[in-house]
């Protein structure tokens, strides 16, 4: 069974950042892409940041310049260091992980970050 548990959400104020951290269970070279995704109450689950398993990378337009994903094998952990944080970046933020074939999706429980005005 494949685990996924993320850490480093909190409260920060507009400006500040925060490192969110992903750690899998078993090797994370196993999967696909993995990455982060963002919900706020009442909207849709989104892509934030999204690592291939060849270390490509993309982010949703919002968060381009701002955020950075990468991971570390060794440690099987992706992280999303956040800087310059917004308002609109609020949410619980939940870690992604994806086989390709056959296709199947894990996610961790996900943790709360909230950046304050």
């Known amino acids: 069974q494949v685990q996924l548990v993320e850490s480093g959400g909190g409260l920060v104020q507009a400006g500040g950042s925060l490192r969110l951290s992903c750690a899998a269970s078993?090797?994370?070279?196993?999967?696909?892409?993995m990455g982060w995704y963002r919900q706020a109450p009442g909207k849709q689950r989104e892509l934030v940041a999204g690592?291939?398993?060849?270390?490509?990378?993309n982010y949703e337009d919002s968060v381009k310049g701002r955020f950075t994903i990468s991971r570390d094998n060794a440690k099987n952990t992706v992280y999303l260091q956040m800087n310059s944080l917004k308002p609109e970046d609020t949410g619980a933020y939940y870690c992604?992980?994806?086989?390709?074939?056959?296709?199947?999706?894990?996610w961790g429980q996900g943790t709360q970050v909230t950046v304050s005005s």
């Open positions: 992604n992980a994806r086989i390709s074939y056959p296709a199947f999706t894990y």
């Open positions: 690592i291939t398993s060849t270390g490509s990378t």
């Open positions: 078993g090797n994370i070279l196993r999967f696909n892409a």
